[in-house]
């Protein structure tokens, strides 16, 4: 929101008559160290709420400022000094190790074309998100998760299986992103054809793959499983950077179907400017779902948010 605007009355003001002379002096001094905005070129557009984190969007504002870079910063509302969190040429960002429901203050600048100085700041404005983080679960041989519990990298044991989110913290509606992060001087691990990401109804034990029943997954080659079956659309292999997004909404909740369930989601996964789009049958209502990946060689590394 914006600070409330005071009346003119109780604004200080300043006023001096100068010789043009002068004026013009006082005039070139300023211009030597940089120009005089009447606002801001770009200013915080929008925070959309993410599991431990928070989209942040801005936009330009000054028609004939030409941006070559963003730089957004943030601070917990209690901290003095904001940090950097983002420097480049798009217009969000999703900021992450964000404590739910907590405030924090937000605030963007630019850098025009050619330029090396960096514009005026925007008007700090408040965001939080009150959605919990993801997790994987602590606990399986094969993997090393990280301090926040949000990165899991495949370990050099010999122990393998699905490693699962701590709880069914993925709810329809929302976007679950895998992201495939570097580990180390490796790129990725060696590939297997049971590798695979993807969200499931339960947790079950016992399997080495989430290409079974009662879930949907991504193998690293690129081919998408649904209950275990494997669909002739595919989408790009998982490399080194790659993201891998799950998009989910009920369409039908009701007495059973032909193809024996009565509760349906539609499902998108994208990877690589491609996606897919089915319809995925359930015997269940599900609207929070866990989330799992497995992978048989050491070496894969992967960020959920």
Wanted: proline share 6%; charged share 20%.
């Amino acid at each position: 929101s914006l600070p409330e605007v005071p009346s003119l009355v109780d604004v200080p003001c300043l006023s001096a008559q100068l010789d043009d002379c002068l004026l013009t002096i006082l005039k070139n001094q300023i211009f030597r160290h940089g120009t005089v905005a009447s606002r801001p070129p770009v200013q915080l557009e929008e925070f959309v709420e993410k599991p431990g984190g928070i989209l942040v969007r801005w936009c330009k504002v000054d028609d004939d400022f030409i941006p070559q870079d963003y730089r957004l910063q943030y601070r917990k509302s209690t901290a003095s000094h904001f940090e950097d969190v983002y420097v480049g040429s798009e217009t969000e960002f999703i900021v992450l190790h964000i404590d739910p429901n907590v405030d924090y203050q937000f605030r963007v600048c630019a850098r025009g074309d050619g330029r090396q100085e960096w514009s005026p700041w925007s008007i700090p404005q408040m965001g939080r998100t009150t959605l919990v983080p993801h997790e994987w679960t602590t606990g399986l041989e094969g993997y090393s998760l990280s301090s926040r519990r949000n990165i899991a990298l495949r370990n050099d044991s010999q122990s393998c299986g699905v490693l699962y989110s701590k709880a069914p913290t993925y709810v329809c509606g929302q976007t679950l992103t895998f992201r495939q992060v570097l580990s180390g001087i490796e790129t990725v691990g060696q590939p297997d054809r049971r590798d695979s990401l993807g969200v499931c109804v339960e947790q079950q034990n016992g399997y080495d793959s989430l290409q079974r029943d009662k879930a949907v997954c991504v193998s690293t080659n690129g081919a998408v499983f649904v209950n275990g079956k494997e669909m002739t659309n595919q989408l790009p292999a998982v490399t080194s950077g790659s993201t891998v997004t799950f998009d989910m909404e009920v369409v039908q909740l009701g007495p059973p179907s032909s193809e024996g369930g009565n509760f349906k989601l539609r499902v998108t996964i994208s990877s690589s400017n491609r996606e897919v789009v089915f319809d995925w049958v359930l015997d269940q209502c599900c609207v929070s779902l866990y989330f799992g990946c497995s992978f048989s060689y050491p070496g894969w590394k992967v960020l959920v948010f």
